[in-house]
């Protein structure tokens, strides 16, 4: 029986096939209703791998403005985490930034807490001394150590035991407590340190050691 002039004509079923397979590889290309799918993995989220280094300038840029550093975490106008009750910019964020040097060994321990806070790696290497047991030569694997350690933990809070500090001749000894938390857990572990700084000729305060014991809370 023929079809009727306004009866549509009756498909294969390998026809119908074809068909259904042309609309599917429409779909993936231009999407629904002009929203295209989602390239980027379950539930439209992609997972990136975890970055501890920043992208590299991109060649034949010139010195044009870079991209802003991935794993920078300072937040010029929240409180600064080592607890001064000063906004970071105005706190450690001026030492960071190389504006101001650490006038005494309290102010260089509370900037170097906020540098592992807001994962400022240069900072700790820069004021850690040179003549110290805790210096690295190798810097790229020291950056990628202080990094990784960044990555793991949760800093919670500083307590510089002021009372305790010690002055000497070129040295200085600091008591503090610092909270952090392994990611991924709710184990609390307080770090308790006696660091050890050495003051240079010009009047730099530098990192040389620390004696260090842990509590669990």
Known sequence: MMAGADEAPELSP?????QQAKARRLISKEGVGGVRPSTRGLGGFAKKAKRTEPKKKAAGKGFGKTADLLYDRRKPNSPCPCGSGLVYSECCG???DGKEQAKTP??????RYSAYTCRVPDYLMTTTDPEGEEYNADTAGWRQTLLTFCDDFEFQG???LS????MGTGEAKVPFK????????????VLNELSTFRQTEDGQWLYTKGEVSYEAQ
Request: proline share 0%.
């Open 178 to 189: 610092a909270k952090f938390c392994q990611k991924g857990t709710v184990q609390l572990t």
């Open 94 to 96: 001026l030492l960071h």
């Open 158 to 160: 500083l307590e510089v």
């Open 163 to 166: 009372d305790g500090i010690e």
């Open 106 to 111: 309290e102010a260089l321990v509370r900037a």
């Open 14 to 18: 390998a026809e119908i096939r074809k």
